[in-house]
Nanobody
Framework: QVQLVESGGGSVQAGGSLRLSCAASVVTYSTYCMGWFRQAPGKEREGVAAIGSSSTPSYSDSVKGRFTISKDNAQNTLYLQMNSLKPEDTAMYYC?????????????????????WGQGTQVTVSS
């Protein structure tokens, strides 16, 4: 059973930085793709950043150049470094895991393709 536990959220002023962590049990990156998603009140959940076994990440246009996703295979931990934060980044942030299909593919930024989800960690950016 895959378990994902996020941490690192908090409140920060615009322009500040936060680093989110996701501790993943039972996840092997050859079997799963991993991603970060966020959901603001009244809005749909959206893909922020995701990474597959090739280690080539994908980012949403809204965070490209400001956020960096990375993984520590030895620690089974996924990270999201968030710099130059903006008030519109305020949301609950979720870590998620998607099993690869039989051809080894993932749909990196599509939340409906992800099977396992953490409980989320709140990020609040004030202006």
């Amino acid at each position: 059973q895959v378990q994902l536990v996020e941490s690192g959220g908090g409140s920060v002023q615009a322009g500040g930085s936060l680093r989110l962590s996701c501790a993943a049990s039972v996840v092997t990156y050859s079997t799963y793709c991993m991603g970060w998603f966020r959901q603001a009140p009244g809005k749909e959940r959206e893909g922020v950043a995701a990474i597959g076994s090739s280690s080539t990440p994908s980012y949403s246009d809204s965070v490209k150049g400001r956020f960096t996703i990375s993984k520590d295979n030895a620690q089974n931990t996924l990270y999201l470094q968030m710099n130059s934060l903006k008030p519109e980044d305020t949301a609950m942030y979720y870590c998620a895991a998607q099993p690869r299909d039989p051809l080894g593919r993932c749909w990196l930024l599509l939340p409906e393709k992800y099977v396992y989800w953490g409980q989320g960690t709140q990020v609040t950016v004030s202006s």
